[in-house]
T-cell receptor
């Protein structure tokens, strides 16, 4: 299954600034997914990043706040813009494990723990 | 609104017992069902997936799916203190939706 390298692992940022999170996959994947996990909560899908097209955002998330890049089939970035303390969360990237058109689950990166002060 | 619901717990079981974790989902069109384990401060780790009604066993873990009742469960046999974690149920339709997770505590 794919191995995902995610960085930074954690950061403490000032409000009003931006942070870019990177995910590198060791194999080519069509879609990469970005999730947020707020303290004590489950995972919420932010957006799906496809190579060569605009990311698809879920309800409640907008491109101006969470711009995503997907320059190739192994790499993606998520930027958290104009941060406020409410953005303090763990951010995770994920790829699908599949073969022959069937999904066998999703693999997650190690996560980025963001604290906004 | 597509939903996945789990009891938040904590579910406390003694070492060696069977832990039973439950999950219900709202979208009848859901096709794939997953159980993830998440240790504190770590990212989720896939432990089981199931597509068809019935039971699927893998070592100490058994996933059970009942599509008519929109219910999926995870049984952990011979529970160990190292199984103490939050268990997330995830359901896939057009995207993967997670439940809020059940915290399991296995005490010696």
């Amino acid at each position: 299954s794919a191995v995902i390298s995610q960085k930074p692992s954690r950061d403490i940022c000032q409000r009003g600034t931006s942070l870019t999170i990177q995910c590198q996959v060791d194999s080519q994947v069509t879609m990469m997914f970005w999730y947020r996990q707020q303290p004590g909560q489950s995972l919420t899908l932010i957006a799906t990043a496809n190579q060569g097209s605009e990311a698809t955002y879920e309800s409640g998330f907008v491109i101006d706040k969470f711009p995503i890049s997907r320059p190739n089939l192994t790499f993606s970035t998520l930027t958290v813009s104009n941060m406020s303390p409410e953005d303090s969360s763990i951010y995770l990237c994920s790829v699908e494990k599949g073969q022959g058109g069937r999904t066998y689950g999703y693999t997650f990166g190690s996560g980025t723990r963001l604290t906004v002060v | 609104q597509k939903e996945v619901e789990q009891n938040s717990g904590p579910l406390s079981v003694p070492e060696g017992a069977i832990a039973s974790l439950n999950c219900t989902y709202s979208d009848r069109g859901s096709q794939s069902f997953f159980w993830y384990r998440q240790y504190s401060g770590k990212s989720p780790e896939l432990i089981m997936f199931i597509y068809s009604n019935g039971d699927k066993e893998d070592g100490r873990f058994t996933a059970q799916l009942n599509k008519a009742s929109q219910y999926v469960s995870l049984l952990i046999r011979d529970s160990q203190p190292s199984d103490s974690a939050t268990y997330l149920c995830a359901v896939e339709t057009d995207k993967l939706i997670f439940g809020t997770g059940t915290r399991l505590q296995v005490f010696p």
